[in-house]
């Protein structure tokens, strides 16, 4: 029968495996750079729902003859209004209504093609610029073209 001891110690030597390990993952460069791709991609959410609430959509409502389109609704069933009688007792219970808010709908898909699109442009930008990084001809560094010419010229 194993002794505590020595489970206490291959536990102990498991969880430090683990959070070495975990250091390793966490410390490197691509996790670090997708944590500030995510939070800058926050904040270009934001961003661009400020964008298409606050200046997109009062436009486009002015252009469709004042409509408000977030507030736009297909309503389901009206709300009821609790109804009590002159001693407090409820006599007809009260219903929320229920509506479908298609206008807050297109409003989220205006503001997912926006991001969508962008982050389209930034992928395309960098996959152009690491394709004109790998054409690029891997010629000498300036040191090494220095050094080439001072062995050169003692050559002569």
Request: aromatic share 8%; hydrophobic share 50%; net charge positive.
């Amino acid at each position: 029968m194993p002794s505590s001891k020595n489970t206490l110690k291959n536990l102990n030597e498991f969880i430090m495996g683990m959070l070495k390990e975990f250091k390793e993952f966490a410390l490197k460069g691509n996790l670090v750079d997708m944590a500030i791709a995510f939070v800058m991609g926050g904040a270009f959410g934001k961003v661009v729902t400020a964008f298409v609430e606050k200046m997109f959509a009062p436009v486009t409502g002015l252009i469709l003859g004042g409509i408000d389109l977030n507030s736009q609704v297909w309503s389901l069933r009206d709300e009821v209004k609790e109804v009590k009688d002159a001693t407090g007792a409820v006599i007809t219970k009260g219903q929320a209504g229920l509506a479908i808010h298609w206008g807050e709908f297109i409003t989220a898909c205006i503001d997912f093609i926006l991001v969508a699109f962008v982050m389209f442009m930034i992928i395309k930008a960098m996959n152009k610029m690491k394709k004109k990084q790998a054409e690029a001809p891997a010629g000498p560094s300036s040191t090494d073209a220095l050094l080439m010419e001072i062995r050169d010229s003692l050559k002569k």
